[in-house]
């Protein structure tokens, strides 16, 4: 019987600029972090992604979505199939400030329940039964893609912020600037490494540099005026940027705690004008 986490992070974070499953948080990647919330009150966690995202390893059951273009609807279905438990708390990768003791308050009322915060359901920190996974088949091949209508055919109850611990648990970032500011809101200094390579480490003159967090354009800066690696917010040829093998494009893209960006200058600096 028992119950189950589920975590949802086969989104395209399109505003983030990249993968929230791996921003850095407390000393490891989002998603580790929200499955390890999970396992201390739940028989099993399952991680439904996408084919093409990579995830670190987890204590987790990891499937991939079916059908990613249908949204956050599919992945609950999927979800639930897989799972053995009778009921699952759903939420999504990018909670960072998900508690235990909001999940097990959760899940401590019967049936299908939602939070409501602040006068909006929120549906992806709610508690679906399995058979959920039936009635969400059938709203997909209806072309029904909203998680609150599965909830309410499911005859939901909405459990008030008041009658809840930490509804802060909910809160989550799409953009930069809001992943930024909740890392430096926990405190201390957070900083970064850009590693310098061949041409690159020859102009600045030291193969590392140590620097506070920030959008790719503000990490860069300790390169300037010896470097100008972007040109109008994008990585400038001959330079090549990447972040743990993975290459960056866009100077909007967020740098988090104790990250390395490489940054590699192509072209002998002692041919250059």
């Not at 939602?114 to 508690?127: M, P, S």
């Not at 740098?255 to 590699?264: A, K, L």
């Amino acid at each position: 019987m028992g119950t189950a986490g589920i975590v949802l992070c086969g989104g395209k974070s399109s505003r983030m600029g990249r993968a929230k499953a791996w921003l850095p948080w407390c000393g490891r990647p989002l998603v580790a972090h929200v499955v390890s919330v999970l396992s201390k009150v739940v028989d099993e966690v399952v991680v439904v992604t996408s084919e093409q995202l990579e995830l670190p390893r987890l204590d987790a059951r990891v499937i991939r979505d079916r059908e990613p273009e249908l949204g956050p609807l599919a992945g609950i279905r999927d979800g639930l199939e897989q799972t053995r438990s009778d009921r699952a708390f759903v939420t999504a990768t990018d909670a960072p400030f998900l508690s235990s003791v909001f999940v097990e308050a959760m899940l401590a009322h019967d049936g299908a329940v939602a939070a409501e915060i602040d006068g909006h359901v929120q549906t992806l920190a709610a508690v679906y039964p399995r058979c959920g996974a039936g009635v969400a088949d059938e709203m997909l091949a209806e072309g029904r893609g909203r998680p609150l209508e599965l909830l309410e055919r499911l005859r939901y109850r909405r459990i008030p912020a008041s009658e809840l611990p930490d509804v802060a648990s909910v809160r989550g970032f799409n953009t930069p600037d809001e992943y930024l500011a909740a890392v430096r809101s926990a405190g201390g200094a957070p900083t970064a490494v850009v590693e310098l390579f061949g041409a690159a480490r020859a102009a600045v003159g030291r193969r590392e540099i140590e620097v506070s967090i920030g959008t790719l354009d503000e990490v860069l800066d300790s390169l300037r005026p010896r470097l100008d690696v972007l040109v109008d917010g994008v990585v400038a040829n001959p330079f090549s940027v990447s972040l743990a093998g993975t290459p960056l494009h866009e100077g909007s893209v967020p740098i988090g705690p104790d990250e390395r960006v490489s940054v590699q200058f192509d072209i002998d600096i002692r041919e250059t004008p």
